[in-house]
């Protein structure tokens, strides 16, 4: 009923910058909340940032908390996660998540989710 397709993801050095992207279509009015989750091999899904559609409150993971810009484009349907000063430690698989939810959780209990996209930091 939603789909969620991330984009953006890619190869960069140390120190760097990455802009991710999220575009939802199919029933979109079916969710109110978008979050950010990655996956590094061997460890678990994490929480990264989230937001709501109404409001724009956004909700930051203390890991990335100062690095990363988690906002949204209403018009487009499109959320977005600008990640600033990368360090290897962000190397992961980044997924897109959306759920009816009026508030931003930081637990992996989304309803609808992307295919992933690679984020990779040399150092």
């Known amino acids: 009923q939603v789909q969620l397709v991330e984009s953006g993801g890619g190869l960069v050095q140390a120190g760097g910058s990455l802009r991710l992207s999220c575009t939802a279509s199919g029933r979109t009015f079916s969710i109110n909340t978008m979050a950010w989750f990655r996956q590094a091999p061997g460890k678990e899904r994490e929480f990264v940032a989230g937001i709501t559609w109404t409001g724009a409150r956004v909700v930051y993971a203390d890991s990335v908390k100062g690095r990363f810009t988690c906002s949204r484009d209403n018009a487009k349907k499109t959320v977005y996660l600008q990640m600033n000063s990368l360090n290897a430690e962000d190397t992961a698989v980044y997924y897109c998540?959306?759920?009816?939810?009026?508030?931003?959780?930081?637990?992996?209990?989304?309803?609808?989710w992307g295919q992933g996209t690679q984020v990779t930091v040399s150092s």
């Open positions: 998540a959306a759920v009816l939810s009026l508030v931003v959780v930081t637990t992996p209990n989304y309803s609808y």
